[in-house]
Every structure is written in C-alpha cells, then in structure tokens.
C-alpha cells in the first residue's frame, strides 16, 4: 500500500511540472508575441515624422499663426467677427484708394464731427433742465506705450541680426532667397502703392490659411515633390555655376 501510494504521488507531481511548464511556455509565448508586435507596432513619433508638412512645419496652423483671438479671426473661427474685419479694412481701402480720400482729411472731419456733436449735447442740455454730460477723461496708459515700444524694438534688433547673419556670407541659398524676395517685392512696390499692398496682404491672410487648413494634406503632397524637384534644380545650378565662383576665408580678417 506504501507503494502504491508513493507511486500516486509521484504521477501527481509529474502532471503538475507538466501543467506548469505549459503554463510557463505559454505566458512566455504570449509576452514575446507582445514585445513582437510593440516593436512592429509604429510610434506616433514615427508616423509624424514620416508625414511631410510645408516649411517643416511640426504645429497646427492655428498654433503657427501665433493662437489666440488674431489666429480665430485668420481662420475664421468666428464668421461674424472674421467678416466685420474683413469689411472694416475693405471699406478703408475703398475710401483712401478707389474715393482717393486722405488720411488726414479724414481724421480732420472725423475730430469736426465728434466735437460737433459734443458741444451741441452740451449746450442743448440747459435749455431741456438736466445736467450737462460728464465726458470721460481719456489717458494713454505708460505701461501699454512702453510695452509696445519693447516688443517693437525687440522686433527690429532681430530682423537687424538676422540680416547681418544673411550678410555675412555664411549661407548662400538664404542670401539668394532674401535677394529673391526683395526684388518680388520690389516689383509689386512699383505696381502698387502701400496701402493696396497692405490690403492684399491682408486678404491673402484671411483666405490662403483657412484654404491651406483644409486641404493640408493635398498641398503638403504637391509642395514635397515641389521641394525635391527644386532641390534638384539647385544642386544641377550648384554643380555649373556656384560652385565655380571663388569664395574668400570666411573667417575674420585682420588688419594690421
């Protein structure tokens, strides 16, 4: 009966060792086919980086148009207040550009009117018993004006920098395409005057981003094999031409 007995448990144990060694291999399987498919599985890094956006671009267009309530207006988040914008600066451009009226003009019969009708509203008053109107003191605030020449100076030391950097001859293809864009603008300057300049801008800026958000991926398609072919362009243009041309040391020269 001893026999038997050790004999039972002993099978007993051999199908437990059995039962865990399958448990084992199976939890290992399992956990290796994971690991698998976590590294066939692609990041959302990854497929950020493999999708092309105009300019390099890594943020939403709203983010790159600087957020807040000027990005709302830009890509007409809001129809009512885009549109009274749109048409405040349309009805500007009518009237100093196709009614050829003058600025200061304007402001004269503006400041004409309002004291008109100031000094009417206080005069009239008497005659009708009641009190003549408190007109509000307007002060222009010092923190505002300064804030606003800091952020405008800070503006101006930095396109200067930037144009010393262009100009130092460091990097031909930014100094090819900063001469590019002023002789463009050059050429609309002579066509135009500044205020229809102005204007256009201002219409491109309420078309071309809230067009550009909703065909992103179309444009992003056609810019990226735009980009390569010019890429090749201007390594052909390289290879003939601006390689050819004798550069001086870019390092500082001194004179003694």
């Known amino acids: ?3 038997h007995a050790g004999e039972h448990d002993s099978v007993v144990e051999t199908v437990k060792e059995k039962i865990t060694e399958k448990f084992h291999s199976h939890d290992s399987s399992s956990s290796d086919s994971d690991d698998d498919s976590k590294d066939k599985k692609p990041s959302s890094k990854d497929i950020k980086a493999k999708i092309y956006r105009l300019f390099g671009r890594e943020k939403p267009v709203h983010k790159v148009l600087g957020g807040g309530k000027p990005a709302d207006v830009f890509l007409w988040r809001d129809k009512k207040i885009s549109a009274s914008v749109l048409g405040v600066v349309t ?4 009237l100093f550009e196709l009614l050829e009226y003058h600025l200061l003009t304007l402001v004269c019969h503006i400041l004409i009117l309002a004291l008109a009708v100031l000094f009417l509203w206080s005069n009239a008053s008497t005659f ?3 009190s003549p109107p408190q007109f509000p003191e307007v002060i222009l605030p010092e923190d505002i004006v300064l804030g606003v020449a800091s952020a405008l100076r800070i503006e101006v030391n930095r396109a200067l920098a930037a144009l010393r950097e262009i100009a130092s001859g460091r990097d031909l293809k930014k100094f090819l395409a900063v001469i590019a864009g002023l002789w463009v603008f050059s050429i609309l300057g002579s066509c ?4 229809t300049l102005f204007y256009i801008s201002f219409i491109l800026l309420h078309t071309v981003p809230v067009l550009y958000e909703k065909y992103e991926d179309q444009v992003d398609s056609f810019a990226e094999k735009a980009e390569a072919e010019i890429k090749k362009q201007y390594a052909v243009f390289n290879a ?3 390689s050819k041309i004798p550069r001086g040391p870019l390092k500082d020269k001194k004179f003694v």
Do not use: D, G
């Open 91 to 94: 009805a500007i451009w009518v």
């Open 192 to 195: 135009c005057n500044f205020l």
């Open 128 to 130: 009708i018993n009641k």
């Open 1 to 3: 009966m001893a026999e």
């Open 240 to 242: 003939k031409v601006l």
